[in-house]
T-cell receptor, first 114, second 113 residues
Framework: GESVGLHLPTLSVQEGDNSIINCAYS??????FIWYKQESGKGPQFIID?????DKRQGQRVTVLLNKTVKHLSLQIAATQPGDSAVYFC?????????????FGGGTRLMVKP | DAGVIQSPRHEVTEMGQEVTLRCKPI?????LFWYRQTMMRGLELLIY????????DSGMPEDRFSAKMPNASFSTLKIQPSEPRDSAVYFC???????????FGSGTQLSVL
């Protein structure tokens, strides 16, 4: 689910189905990961996070899975609703010379069909 | 808490004018970040502060951009002079610690004509 510039990857699902949004992160030293949801005209909102000592974390209707071997993160949304339509960003945290840095992926657009 | 508050929500200006964007972070958050979002480049970190001190401004595009944080509850991002390519949504975010989750404001939609 990485952006390639002008074109955001788009996932289209039927209302009530489950959604899976994927993210390939870049740094094997990243130790903390976050999923954000951004609705049109709003700032990114925190959904769920996971630390590198875990491989799965569940919230309300959302689950994040972390596969450190292949540097892959996914967000699963159960029983997708029209209100879930948004752009979803993954973010990874790693330490560099400037301190701990949260770096965002390009985003994936989720469209929910009624 | 009202969350991160940004103003204005929308700004339309002419090329060459000075633009000032404002941000009030969440009370108690020691870190404040300025991001720019465009379709072409996504979310870009411009600068961040810790305890009102700029830590990393390597993302500031050029000398026309400057940011200040005179106290723990207020920050500004200034563009002087503005250019059409500065048109974007500018977000302010704050967090309680280094590497912790960010809380974003609603953004300022800047259009430079």
């Amino acid at each position: 689910g990485e952006s390639v510039g002008l074109h955001l990857p788009t996932l289209s699902v039927q209302e009530g189905d489950n959604s899976i949004i994927n993210c390939a992160y870049s740094n094997s030293a990243s130790d903390y990961f976050i999923w954000y949801k951004q609705e049109s005209g709003k700032g990114p909102q925190f959904i769920i996070d996971i630390r590198s000592n875990m491989d799965k974390r569940q919230g309300q209707r959302v689950t994040v899975l972390l596969n450190k071997t292949v540097k892959h993160l996914s967000l699963q949304i159960a029983a997708t609703q029209p209100g879930d339509s948004a752009v979803y960003f993954c973010a990874e945290n790693f330490y560099n010379n400037a301190g701990n840095m949260l770096t965002f992926g390009g985003g994936t657009r989720l469209m929910v069909k009624p | 808490d009202a969350g991160v508050i940004q103003s204005p929500r929308h700004e339309v200006t002419e090329m060459g004018q000075e633009v000032t964007l404002r941000c009030k972070p969440i009370s108690g958050h020691d870190y404040l970040f300025w991001y720019r979002q465009t379709m072409m480049r996504g979310l870009e970190l411009l600068i961040y502060f810790n305890n009102n001190v700029p830590i990393d401004d390597s993302g500031m595009p050029e000398d026309r951009f400057s940011a200040k944080m005179p106290n723990a509850s207020f920050s500004t991002l200034k563009i002087q002079p503005s250019e059409p390519r500065d048109s974007a949504v500018y977000f302010c975010a704050s967090s309680s610690g280094s590497g912790e989750k960010l809380f974003f404001g609603s953004g300022t939609q800047l259009s430079v004509l």
